[in-house]
Nanobody, 121 residues
Framework: VQLAESGGGLVQAGGSLRLSCAGSGRIFSHTVMVWFRQAPGQEREFVAGTWGRGGVTHYTNSAKGRFTVSRDNAENTLYLEMNNLKPEDTAVYLC???????????????WGQGTQVTVSS
């Protein structure tokens, strides 16, 4: 499995970005695909994830109401639409895949390299 994120950049507070994660290899509709983020000096934290053909989603509290995770199963591509961005959202955003949903980093087998999101105040 290989994952490649894109779509990061510099944006002002209140702005929006759409991240993409293109996957290849053994990724199926039931495979869990998630977004984590890691700010400098901080631990990697779960942001949002989706799984199943019905597109079940799960968000961390800080993402609810501002971020939307979606997935194109035909293209094995995961998206994260981020609105009303705040300076505290500044981090490297990484996608990962695994067999079941978890907020624990160790439960995911495959990771992308990440894309930098910087939100200025």
């Amino acid at each position: 499995v290989q994952l490649a994120e894109s779509g990061g950049g510099l944006v002002q507070a209140g702005g929006s970005l759409r991240l993409s994660c293109a996957g290849s290899g053994r990724i199926f509709s039931h495979t869990v695909m998630v977004w984590f983020r890691q700010a400098p000096g901080q631990e990697r934290e779960f942001v949002a994830g989706t799984w199943g053909r019905g597109g079940v989603t799960h968000y961390t509290n800080s993402a609810k109401g501002r971020f939307t995770v979606s997935r194109d199963n035909a293209e094995n591509t995961l998206y994260l639409e981020m609105n009303n961005l705040k300076p505290e959202d500044t981090a490297v955003y990484l996608c990962a895949v695994g067999p079941h949903l978890s907020v624990r980093v160790d439960d995911y087998d495959y990771w992308g390299q990440g894309t930098q999101v910087t939100v200025s105040s």
